[in-house]
Nanobody
Framework: QVQLVESGGGLVQPGESLTLSCAAS????????MGWYRQAPGKQRDLVAA???????NYADSVNGRFTISRSNAKNTVSLQMNSLKPDDTAVYYC?????????WGQGTQVTVSS
């Protein structure tokens, strides 16, 4: 019933840009907080960026100024524009939704930044 589907991952060179998208279904999208998380090999899953149902944005210090999160309630999507990518950005990126105790996760999409 609840489904979050990420797209847009791939292989890019350092300094290049990439945009991830997440399409949601099975939830009342407009009342959920949405976020992007990432998990690199051997590391924990960390918050990258979040946008509340009211449109308030929050970024990890490591990506602040380079990444931009946005949402479209009309399209039930949340996006992550990633600029000036670095090798340390390499990870599986996950879309999430949250409201109170309710949490949902997408399947993840691989982003690799390498020369």
């Amino acid at each position: 019933q609840v489904q979050l589907v990420e797209s847009g991952g791939g292989l890019v060179q350092p300094g290049e840009s990439l945009t991830l998208s997440c399409a949601a279904s099975g939830i009342i999208f407009s009342i959920y907080d949405m976020g992007w998380y990432r998990q690199a090999p051997g590391k924990q899953r960390d918050l990258v960026a979040a946008i509340s149902s009211d449109g308030v944005k929050n970024y990890a210090d490591s990506v602040n100024g380079r990444f931009t999160i946005s949402r479209s309630n009309a399209k039930n999507t949340v996006s992550l524009q990633m600029n000036s990518l670095k090798p340390d950005d390499t990870a599986v990126y996950y879309c999430s939704s949250a409201r109170g105790s309710l949490r949902h996760w997408g399947q993840g999409t691989q982003v690799t930044v390498s020369s």
